[in-house]
């Protein structure tokens, strides 16, 4: 009796301990939480504009035109004509950079603008750069120039009456008012302002020299000389028809 008594109570003892586990045990596939969300939006990425397609920037920064585009008289010029391009003032060998990105369509020497380095441009555009004491090294037909880059060097050369730089945009052989272009930039070829800048006004404008080329100031037809006097005024002696006493006229 003893014996059946001790193992029932073993088997109620493991019944209860077995329902005690199963109560406390975890479950084995809990149900996940549902956190609501806000919804990603992706950002687009910022677009870029793209870099103008022509820009040009001053061959001599900081330095002032004192020569404009337009019609011009030299004082020992009878009338007056086109000046094609901008005349600015700088000490000889200062460094000249190019207008654009380019490459270089010719260098050379003439009678009238002495030392000159022209260079091509996208658009049929082409810039010149004159009176110069020469060309930058490596500088010569061929060769690619960026914008900035040193072109060439100031000088005195040619037809000049002091040492500046003569500066030139032209659209095939028509000459543009380089003040509608230098520091700008345009976004395309359309926007080229190539109607205004090749306007040019009925004004004549009576040129200052500080230094007269050679041959100016000897004896011209008739016998009419030209001379420059203190303060830069103009003198011309001119003979009396018909007598030995001169006048003059300043």
């Known amino acids: 009796m003893l014996g059946v008594a001790a193992m029932a109570g073993a088997l109620n003892g493991a019944a209860a301990l077995g329902e005690w586990v199963s109560r406390a045990a975890p479950v084995s596939n809990p149900k996940p939480a549902i956190v609501p969300t806000a919804p990603t939006v992706e950002e687009e990425p910022a677009v870029e504009p793209p870099p103008p397609a022509y820009r040009f920037d001053a061959p001599l920064p900081g330095r002032v035109v004192n020569s404009p585009f337009g019609l011009r008289q030299l004082p020992w ?11 600015i003032a700088a000490p000889s060998g200062a460094a000249v950079k190019v207008a654009a990105d380019g490459v270089v369509k010719a260098t050379g020497l003439s009678p009238t603008y002495g030392r000159y380095v022209q260079v091509m441009h996208k658009g049929g555009l082409t810039t010149m750069y004159a009176h110069l004491a020469g060309p930058a090294k490596g500088v010569k037909r061929g060769v690619y120039l960026r914008r900035g880059e040193t072109v060439a060097y100031v000088g005195n050369s040619g037809r000049s009456t002091g040492s500046h730089l003569h500066f030139e945009i032209r659209n095939g052989d028509k000459a543009l008012n380089p003040s509608f272009f230098l520091g700008r930039s345009f976004a395309e070829a359309d926007d080229l302002p190539l109607k205004a800048a090749s306007r040019v006004s009925r004004k004549v404008r009576l040129a200052t020299v500080s230094k007269w080329p050679k041959g100016v100031t000897q004896a011209g037809k008739n016998g009419i000389t030209v001379t420059r006097v203190k ?3 103009v003198r011309a002696t001119i003979p009396v028809v018909g007598g030995s006493i001169p006048s003059v006229a300043g």
């Open 77 to 87: 010029e009878e009338n007056g004509r086109l000046h094609q391009g901008v005349d």
């Open 231 to 233: 303060g830069g005024r």
